[in-house]
T-cell receptor, first 113, second 116 residues
């Protein structure tokens, strides 16, 4: 069955510290992978996506993610978080024409001053 | 700002009623997708419309239906509302219905539906 697992429901980091949010997926074919961010009262904003090619993907707001096929993972990283990064982050997998997009349950990021 | 708007922002209905949620896509975007996001969960794909035709559907019953219009607006209709339909409903528009291109889905802010 196709699924996305975000093992951490909540993560708290200090402002300026590095960040890694974990995402593992189960998908029958080569997946398309996404990370979205959702701030309170806002819709989802795409941070980055992986289709093929270089497994290290750069996104907006200083985020990057690395696709590791052997580990079925697509972890999101940022070297130094800002207070404005506090939000909910969703990992997603799939492709629209062939299948629905499957989202993980999200990781809530809290930033300490 | 994604250029995608949704109305209303909030809505309260009672069980058994019908509801229509509206979405206005970015101009030129031929594809609209609808998602249901229950509290504490990730969005779940309801269906997608491409050039006014349904182009894919998730695991939702037929009482969830949709329409897409030539003016880049769309509707999500839910009949016979149930308590579990309480959720944030998101629409997302994209230029084309495929991720093989560099298309990006642009999400609206959502409509919060409460069923009592």
């Amino acid at each position: 069955a196709q699924s996305v697992t975000q093992p951490d429901i909540h993560i708290t980091v200090s402002e300026g510290a590095s960040l890694e949010l974990r995402c593992n997926y189960s998908y029958g074919a080569t997946p398309y992978l996404f990370w979205y961010v959702q701030s309170p009262g806002q819709g989802l904003q795409l941070l980055l996506k992986y289709f093929s090619g270089d497994t290290l993907v750069q996104g907006i707001k200083g985020f990057e993610a690395e696709f590791k096929r052997s580990q079925s993972s697509f972890n999101l990283r940022k070297p130094s978080v800002h207070w404005s990064d506090a939000a909910e982050y969703f990992c997603a997998v799939g492709r629209i024409r062939d299948d629905k997009i499957i989202f993980g349950k999200g990781t809530r990021l809290h930033i300490l001053p | 700002e994604t250029g995608v708007t949704q109305s209303p922002t909030h809505l309260i209905k009672t069980r058994g009623q019908q509801v229509t949620l509206r979405c206005s896509s970015q101009s030129g975007h031929n594809t609209v997708s609808w998602y249901q996001q229950a509290l504490g969960q990730g969005p779940q794909f309801i269906f997608q419309y491409y050039r006014e035709e349904e182009n894919g559907r998730g695991n939702f019953p037929p009482r969830f239906s949709g329409l897409q219009f030539p003016n880049y607006s769309s509707e999500l209709n839910v009949n016979a509302l149930e308590l579990d339909d309480s959720a944030l409903y998101l629409c997302a528009s994209s230029l084309d219905g495929t991720y093989e291109s560099t298309d990006t889905q642009y999400f609206g802010p959502g409509t919060r539906l409460t069923v009592l």
